[in-house]
């Protein structure tokens, strides 16, 4: 049985018990985050190309020729040579720049080489994919400066050591305009065209840039200049990475497999992508508490691509937790803990990921909000005058905007908590009630009597509100 089989079984055993217990819990956190590091140079060429595949969304031409290809290159007694391009745009970055990162972390542990392309030549042109306007340039201290903060901040999920760093200002620094002119004329400006953020852009009377167009044959050309035999990246440039297997031909090479990720989704649950202007995100350089309630707050159906994506589970573990919570052995709640331990733990440790799961547990399993330490306050008297929406924003911070807080009361995450002894009743506030004035809330949802304390909840924060 390989090391992964091993593992798998010892997990299996521990997925199958109380997953409410913390010591299987922490059994369980302790075995998958061995998994991050272990050696998987002893899977065959097919199980390695399903384990990458299982968390693509497209391998391009198939999972099969990865696996032929894979199998070639450990008959040559070598490994592949894996792309990926980074354009550092932003020193801060969230989880969702962590997905391909764990997908190349399994590369390495294959036997195989991971080449990381700094885009300091395509970063100044910027990359269009998925936006509708152009993306302002970056100067070579802007470059210089997200990288460090990159690979600072993603360094839990990759093994930076292992890596060659290459910036394909090496070679595009220095192209010829003969050289451009003869890749360019043998690409099709149909294909270029054919991606839809551009078409909306025309369509809609917006500019589109020959720098625009030139970006996917430069990217390209990095391809061809490392002679790569895969390239990962986002599902969002997989027409860039299709233009990599053109160029390569036209270079004479063998065009490299392409390995599509998932973009995932916000935290919100509204179907939005994982993204710092909306809020909907879990930052890298966040607390092992504050990560934890951001798992925690998100709706169950994103507990599956959660798993995927910032775990090393199998699909056979998936499966089987799938299987618990359809007999109802196994609760929604105590699993999205599993979750949330898994994401901490990857970040900060096991031991860090139990002591949030503990201060998750008492601050949210108690009875009364009065026995809760260290409440942030909001006084009527001073801001009952204020919208519920202000209060949250401006007030409490619990939400960086005030279409967020709409947001949190449209997904009933909104809430009026009375609490009477030890009696609670939490009032859902619906989107309309965002925008009135707290004190009129309160006025009209405490209108039975006059309850003991008075809590705001958004999502998984807490502010108890003083008359």
Known sequence: MTRLGESVRRASALLAQDLSSDTTVQRLLEETATRRYLDLTDLSPGEQAELIAARAVEVLPSAERL?????????????????????????????????????????????????????????????PSGRSAERPPLTDEDIAANLAGYRDQVRPFFNFEQVRFRHNSEWLAGITLPKLIGVLAQVSASALLQREDFRNRLEAGHGLSMSELIYPVAMAIDSAEIDADVELGGVDQLLNMQMGRRVMEIYGQTPQLVVGMPLIEGTDGSGAKMSKSKGNYIGLTSTPEDVFGKVMSIPDRLMEPYLRAWTEWTDAELDAVKGRLADSSLHPMDLKKVLAGEVVAALHGVEAAMKARAGFTAQFSKRSFAEVDSLPEVSLAEHGGESVATVLTKVLEFAPSASAARRLAKQNALRLVLQDGAEQRAEVLAEADALRPLAEVVAERAAAGAPDGLYLKAGRKLAQLLR
Do not use: N
């Open 67 to 127: 696996a032929e290809r894979i199998e070639a290159a450990r008959a040559a007694g070598h490994g592949l040579h894996v792309k990926f391009g980074i354009d550092p745009t932003a020193a801060d970055v969230h989880l969702g720049h962590a997905v391909p990162m764990i997908v190349l972390s399994r590369f390495q542990r294959m036997g195989h080489d991971v080449t990381l392309i700094i885009g300091d030549i395509t970063a100044k042109i910027g990359d």
